[in-house]
């Protein structure tokens, strides 16, 4: 019975309807009460979560519910409770809720909890933190799973559990490192391999290598993927087998064959109304027909994509998503609709760092306080010891009428001591305060100030309506994906410091330029001129692209993209919020991606009288300019030739 359970657990992912029947079969034959029946009626729940049955599902969680109370079984309900729950959020794409159901692991005592449904609830929390965009999360959740695995001699599940480290990794960017959790799960599974389990190895070998220059592995990895979904009798496999190989296709630019196997996979998908695997092919139909020139049509297709996406809470993918649609509407001339579609994916983007920056700050929060109690209790300690010591000093006096006097002396050299220490006390702490508030308000790698100390003190650049006086550019480091992919991270982290510098030479001390985030940096300068933002426009791109940048033997070529606008806004002195104006700096800068890179296009009029107005012009920059509306002012970087 426990190696039939255990085949269950590898494979029936593949064919839910037929193994859900195959497992009530099982549990019919198990005693009532025992570990093997409990085991059978949670991967139940798992499959009929697969294929969202809801009537299924709801019978096998009641099944868990009515557990016998005199089964010593009974203590493991809550986990199978758990694990069936976020496995049904899963499924139906509501991954925080998942999150937060999975949250009770930590309530466990995970050394009495049952081995398999502990691992199998562990790896799940880790991919829900992975697709949620917890990357870090998701990393130390599933780094559990695979110890778990370990220590039941289990090499399929540690296989299983590595594989989807190595897709965390691989989504924080860390490909190297992906590579690497890949090999070993690869020399894993050949150990004891099964259909799915190759299935999931080879898919994975696809994706950590999408990015390289040379394509065999990733074509190898999805050929290989779709034989195994194949072998394993198993559309659901099929389906993303088919929708990862027209994703390759899609980077080849074989766009009439990447529609081919996504309209497959989604014809697939839609049979087995499975939802993961429709947002993919959707997408994949989407952009291979807008590489064909099917713009409105693919749009739409991508749209219904990012929709669904969005109602799962996957930030993440979904402002991947409006990325990959921004790149492919740029490649088939639709400016305006890319620049819209990168706007968008840097708003979703910023809401992701917002959120992690805020869960950041509350932590060093939680840190800082800490600290701060432990100081109170050696002052207090130190208070408490005073007072004993005057306690001691009375008993004298009734004793001692005598040497009154030098009991009060002492008593007060004891104070006077204390106090001198509660004094260098304050003042310590109060030099640690502003260190951590310095700290807290710079970027590590670069020296720059962050966002936080850019929203701190940004209120003193508006004026009393709230409006921002001054000249705003958001600069962004053209392809530094690329840089990271070609040359490595470190070189990346060199590039960022070297632009930082390079900035800070062409700026003045009174002038305020932040990391904005990832590869992204704002500017704000007190001059309220077009003319001068101008001339520090050209100036900012002749210096950062004018020379490549050295690291050890390497030299990276740099050019950025830049927005700029100056405010208040010509011809009728209207000026923006802080916030809307550096909305109308990032549109303009990604106007500069979409039409060529490094450039930098400028706002130097909106013919607006009132701010409702000038924001609407704002939100159709590009047609508003192209009526009229809008004066643009466009300059261009150094060109390739003259980088030498």
Known sequence: MALELEQQERIGAAQPQEHVQQLLALEARLPAGS????????????????????????????????WPDSSPLRAQVPLALMLAKAQWLKNNGQLGAGIRVLAGLGELDVTTAEPRMLYRATLLRGYLQSDYGEVDASVDSVGKAIEQARAMGSTWRAATAQVTLAFSYFRAQQVDHAKQILDEAMTAAQLDPDPVLLYNVYTMLAIVHSQDADTSLNKLGGEQALRYAQEARSRYLEALALGNLADFELRQENYSRALDLSQRANVLALQLHDIHTEILARQNMGLAKIGLRRLEEGKR????????????????????????????????????GAVDAYHRSRQLFDAVLRDETRKAMLEAQARFEDQQRQREIRLLNQDNSLKAEQIRNRDLQLKLWAEVGVGVLLSGALLAAAYRRVRRTNAALAQTNESLRVQSERDPLTGLANRRHFQKDVQAWCDAQQGLRGSLFLIDIDHFKRINDQWGHAAGDSVLVEVARRLRSVLREQDLVVRWGGEEFLILVRSENTEDARLLAQRLLDQLGGLPVDHGPLSIPVSASIGFASFPMAPSGLTLEWERAVDMADTVMYMSKAHGRNKAYGVAAIKATTREELLALAGRMESAWHQGQVDLISLLGPQMEERT
């Open 35 to 66: 570990a093997e029946r409990m085991e059978a009626v949670s991967q139940r729940a798992a499959l009929l979560a697969q294929i969202r049955d809801r009537t299924g599902h709801e019978a096998a969680i009641e099944t868990l519910k009515t």
């Open 301 to 336: 297709d991508v749209m219904q994509a990012i929709t669904v996406d969005a109602q799962r809470e996957a930030s993440s993918y979904t402002a991947d998503s409006w990325l990959e649609l921004g790149r492919y509407l740029e490649k088939a001339d639709d400016i305006a």
